[in-house]
């Protein structure tokens, strides 16, 4: 690698767009066209110098004059260059630039080596400069109102219902410039967080939370592949959290968070009309939760993201008021619960054609696990929750394991220029240790 790599440099790109920080990491930039494939389109009969080593002949391509730019600053020259990005770094467009349009040594070993970093190191932009946030995942700093609808039928067999809809609404500078007001609203739950950046430092944030609201904790039996109204019942809760995110690398292109979030909760069962009248249902509860993970990059909180990267490791403990049997005296409530879970993910949208794939990986473990805390996988709902465990093929949740892994992958093409309609082909498979008592004939699904 050559030395002057590592050296800071500026790098002035001219375009015809203006430029936004939406986020702050060092070099990362966006256009204010906040949309799929961006360019930097460069107007005719402009001229290049990069004087470096990878090419020392610098020229003006008009009238044979020398343009007396400092070392390292660099203007695209040939008016079909399109650099297609959702967000780029100055040192990342001084390497691309460079693999394209030095001719001077365009077949030696060092324009090669020029080229290949140029690749590899747009495409790692590509996924890793997308704004690093999650649901919940930490402070989201881009303003968002969406709407998000979701509905997962079966096309046989008796199925409870499982569908979404609700507003999503992300404010930044909320009152005070240092405060972000997150709300999701459903039509009978509200989620909501007000996050306080830099409350403990310029690297540590704080979130308080408040939700609630009816049927979010409901409990649906599936045993064998087959719903069992009988045995199923309807969960109203209310709930308050703190949360504090902190960046670890403040100084690097991809950002890593610790995340640690507590969690208070008020659960009321009741019976649903089908509820057998046998059927005890749980008594009330109280919980308390504690998550720590661990978040390298991230995705945004939307339903296919075009970029991202993460990976990410968790563990999360839950302690619960009282324990005891319910049902048919036949199924008990653990006084607490350890699940530890880590995932793998990408997406990223081809330049040229548009298309967008992604693929991921999430692998999970229990200690002490009960039919409220198991892994339910199954059906395919995106944004049912932080991390949905989505098995197309199947009911929403009839999978309950106490140890699994999970693949999963998706491509998507657009339909029309501005993507507003897409064919999407998605596939996942699953092998699940399951939990006591809703064992399936194999592991592997």
Known sequence: ??????????????????FQVIHPVTRVQEFLRFAHALTITPLPFQATRIADRNCAHPKLARGGERLPLARGRILPTK???????????QKTVRWFLAGRVCKHHAHSSQAKWARARGRAAFFFALCLCCPALTARGQIDPVKRELFQLGYNAALQGHAPLSAYAFYYHNQPGWLETNLTLRLAVAPTYLDSELGWKS??????DLGFGVAGGGFADSYYEIRGGKYLPAESFDGFSGQGSISLYHLFNPDYL???????????RFVAFSPTGDTADAFEVPENLGQFTVRT??????REPLLFPSLAMELSIWEETEFRSQSGTY???????????????????IAYTLPS????????????TSISPDRFSAYRIGGFLPMVSEFPLSLPGYYYQEISAKDFLLLSGRYAIPLDRRQRWNITVAAATAVANYLDGFELPEKWQ
């Open 353 to 364: 054609w548009q298309h967008t794939f992604s693929a991921g990986l999430t692998a999970g």
């Open 79 to 89: 008016p079909h260059l399109r650099v297609k990005s959702l967000c780029y770094t």
């Open 199 to 204: 409350a403990l430092g310029p690297r540590t």
């Open 327 to 345: 049902g048919f005296s036949d199924r008990v409530i653990e006084p607490r619960s350890h699940l530890f879970w880590a995932e793998a993910s």
């Open 1 to 18: 690698m050559p030395p002057h790599f590592f050296q800071p440099e500026d790098g002035l790109v001219e375009s015809h767009g203006s």
């Open 293 to 298: 993970g661990l978040r390298w990059g991230g």
């Open 254 to 264: 991809i950002p890593l968070y610790g995340i640690v979030r507590a969690t208070g």
